[in-house]
């Protein structure tokens, strides 16, 4: 995995080094980089899913107090599986182990070259069995560059596995595997209700397959923290001390009603001085999960619509931060725009870097997530009314949104 510190120190600001957890031989994680956004936005509550006969589904029930774990974990230790990421081995020479110590390379007599090799192993959880297919959710960066996929149960056994679709902007994929297979499914819950000090569990499988169906605990430290990934993606996670480690990416963070409320995904191993960091670890909010899987389900790809800004939500920002992010506004609440892409649907429809968005189709914003919640229940080429703060004055501008 990539443990490289991707932070500096600037202007006032830590930025930190996040890494995606997948447990590798030869590599296989990606890094991120924030914390850009010091901003601690509640999930939208407006949040829909669509729900059909072949669909995940997010459960009504919810759970707030702790109490003993186990029974949580057995609502989902058999629906939590390893993912195994195979690649080919290169026909040029390399500097493995395996070479280094002789051994794995003389199979039918050598020509074991551009043979199927675990590269990397991340976690999984099934969370729903549909027709002949049960349902596997993981991160994208666990398959990512896969030649082959298979998966470990928690019974032993390995099965192959197919990729129906993937998504680099939430990290997030969607395997199958024969329905015979499935024995135990989870149940989502609903992540908009987390709160604070909520006890979970994370269950996965940190250092890979060897260390299968492991199980840690913790509490929720934060229910909604903005990211932005190396790549300019924002998001908001789920911010948990519960213990993660490499393999554990694409695993259940688990509550004490046995629910899944989200995916773990990436953790901050360092300071950009080199300070250990422990127990911060992220993971996706199930709500974002269920939208994602059943159009992964469906489609096979997610297409946003999107603005062609970089935004920051200012609740939570302290003010002496304000300064250093050159952020002239006054406004406690809002979405501040630091950047519009040349060409973009924000610039052909006047926006200005500087303006603060207040709404979005007349409905109030006013963090990152509740912004993509609108825009992404819209179609590309839908115009939508954006409502700004500019020096004190309202304005609406109209963009026609435009593909991601």
């Not at 991707?6 to 997948?22: D, F, P, Y």
């Not at 946003?304 to 006054?330: D, E, T």
């Amino acid at each position: 995995m990539d443990n490289r510190n991707s932070g500096r120190k600037q202007n006032g600001l830590v930025k930190t080094a996040i890494v995606g957890v997948v447990a590798g031989l030869l590599g296989g994680g990606v890094s991120y980089v924030a914390l850009d956004q010091i901003n601690n936005a509640n999930i939208n509550n407006d949040a829909q899913t669509t729900i059909t006969s072949n669909s995940a589904k997010t459960s009504e029930k919810s759970a707030k107090t702790s109490g003993t774990m186990t029974p949580a974990y057995n609502d989902v230790k058999g629906a939590v599986v390893s993912v195994i990421n195979l690649k080919r081995q290169s026909n040029t020479s390399s500097n493995s182990l395996f070479d280094i110590f002789g051994e794995g390379q003389d199979d039918d007599n050598g020509k074991s070259k551009g043979k199927l090799q675990t590269y990397s192993e991340g976690s999984g959880v099934i969370y729903m069995k549909s027709g002949n297919k049960g349902y596997i959710v993981t991160n994208n960066h666990v398959v990512s560059g896969s030649d082959k996929v298979q998966v470990m149960l928690s019974n032993g056994k390995t099965v192959n596995a197919k990729i129906v679709g993937t998504d680099a902007t939430t990290d997030l994929a969607v395997l199958a595997i024969d329905a015979g297979y499935v024995t135990q499914t989870a149940e989502f819950g609903d992540s908009k209700s987390l709160q604070a000090g909520q006890t979970v569990i994370a269950v996965g499988s940190p250092l890979g397959s060897e260390y299968a169906s492991t199980v840690t605990q913790g509490i929720i430290s934060a229910p909604a923290r903005s990211l932005t990934s190396s790549s300019g993606n924002q998001q908001t996670v789920i911010q948990t001390d519960a213990a993660i480690n490499p393999g554990n990416s694409g695993g259940a963070l688990v509550n004490s009603a046995g629910q899944v409320i989200g995916i773990n995904s990436m953790k901050l191993s360092q300071s950009s001085d080199g300070t250990s960091v422990e127990g911060m670890g992220f993971a996706i909010p199930s709500n974002e999960v269920v939208n994602i899987v059943n159009q992964l389900v469906k489609k096979g790809k997610i297409v946003r619509p999107q603005l062609g800004v970089k935004v920051i939500a200012l609740q939570g920002i302290p003010s002496s931060y304000r300064k250093n992010l050159n952020i002239k506004s006054n406004l406690k609440s809002g979405i501040y725009v630091a950047s519009v892409n040349k060409n973009s649907a924000a610039a052909a429809a006047g926006m200005k870097t500087g303006d603060v968005i207040i709404k979005v189709d007349y409905k109030s914003v006013s963090d990152v997530a509740s912004l993509h919640t609108i825009l992404y229940n819209h179609k590309i080429g839908d115009t939508v009314t954006l409502t700004v703060n500019r020096s004190g004055k309202e304005l609406d501008l109209h963009a026609k949104l435009e593909a991601n």
